[in-house]
Nanobody, 124 residues
Framework: QVQLVESGGGLVQAGGSLRLSCAAS????????MGWFRQAPGKEREFVAA????????YYADSVKGRFTISRDNAKNMVYLQMNSLKPEDTAVYYC?????????????????WGQGTQVTVSS
């Protein structure tokens, strides 16, 4: 059974930065892509970023491209999301997700395990 535990969320002013972390266990971490999704109140979950099994390929939603950076440390079974230049519209619960394949993907159907989520609130 895969377990994903996110941390690093919180309250930040617009223009500020946060770094989310996700600790994974239960499956050979380095064999699979990882990603981040988010869900704002009253909205559907949306893709944020993904990273391939090796970290050599990354993929971002247009809304965060140039501001967010996803990375991973396979030796520590960790994935990170560095979020800079945060905007109020980035406010959401952020979920770490574990992929079913090697390559990065924006499709929710390519991820089979989800963390419990961490709240990010950006004030204006």
């Amino acid at each position: 059974q895969v377990q994903l535990v996110e941390s690093g969320g919180g309250l930040v002013q617009a223009g500020g930065s946060l770094r989310l972390s996700c600790a994974a266990s239960g499956r050979t971490f380095s064999n699979y892509a990882m990603g981040w999704f988010r869900q704002a109140p009253g909205k559907e979950r949306e893709f944020v970023a993904a990273i391939s099994w090796s970290g050599g390929s990354t993929y971002y939603a247009d809304s965060v491209k140039g501001r967010f950076t996803i990375s991973r440390d396979n030796a520590k079974n960790m994935v990170y999301l560095q979020m800079n230049s945060l905007k109020p519209e980035d406010t959401a619960v952020y979920y770490c997700v574990h992929g079913t394949m090697y390559g990065s993907s924006s499709s929710v159907y390519d991820y089979d395990y989800w963390g419990q989520g961490t709240q990010v609130t950006v004030s204006s």
